[in-house]
């Protein structure tokens, strides 16, 4: 794993990928583009563009408290998320930060109306005080749905983005899919509600995998 490395240069020769970053060169039979708000810079290489806009995601951190939240809350469609970690600090996500497509800031504004519900929620923050704040970039389609399987364009391609939010959940499932349609060729797991396809309908699909190349 090369960290803070972008890809300058990706294509597939007909049998492999070449890819080049961070001044090294790779080859290989398959490829997951899996990289966040920006995996759509690798997609259009493969002819698959997606209108895809980026999100700033914002969380909180509090002081330690003691107990109270023993199980992962959300509220649907009432944008407040919350845990308690065993040091007893309380780590709460809701809302939109504000950013330029690379970087992500919290919002002040933001922060005042995440916490008013959070405390609605759970009184028992009422009187914490936030020690951290954070924001990220992620990537949101316009259906809020990811995208998971396989390229229209490109043998071997797999994808796996536009999570919008919720990609921290959603993560065990999709690497072991990710892993079955690379071991086998095939996975259980019905995928065609997520295909890329869906902004490209107008694309007929290709044969995703080649025999030769897929694990039996």
């Known amino acids: 794993m090369f960290e803070h490395t972008p890809v300058d240069e990706v294509h597939h ?61 959300g509220v649907y469609g009432g944008g407040v998320y919350a845990r308690q970690v065993a040091r007893g600090n309380c ?62 364009t490109t043998p071997n391609l797999l994808h796996a983005f536009g999570f919008s939010g919720g990609g921290f959940l959603l993560a065990p499932g999709v690497g072991e899919v990710l892993a079955e349609l690379v071991a086998t060729g095939a996975t259980a797991t019905p995928l065609d509600a997520f295909s890329i396809g869906r902004f490209a309908p107008q694309t007929a699909p290709i044969a995703p995998f080649r025999q030769e190349e897929t694990h039996k």
């Open 91 to 152: 780590v709460i996500g809701g809302g939109r930060g504000r950013g330029d497509g690379e970087f992500g800031q919290p919002s002040v504004d933001t922060t005042r109306a995440v916490m008013r519900d959070a405390c609605a929620l759970l009184p028992a923050l009422r009187d914490a005080l936030l020690i951290r704040t954070w924001s990220g970039v992620e990537g949101c389609t316009p259906d809020h749905n990811p995208i998971i399987g396989a390229s229209r």
């Open 13 to 73: 020769d007909g049998m492999r990928f070449h890819l080049d970053a961070g001044g090294r060169a790779h080859t290989a039979t398959w490829l997951i583009n899996s990289a966040g708000a920006w995996a759509n810079t690798i997609a259009e290489r493969f002819g698959e563009a997606v209108p895809m806009e980026p999100i700033y995601p914002n969380m909180w951190v509090t002081e330690p408290l003691p107990p109270f939240i023993t199980h992962n809350l």
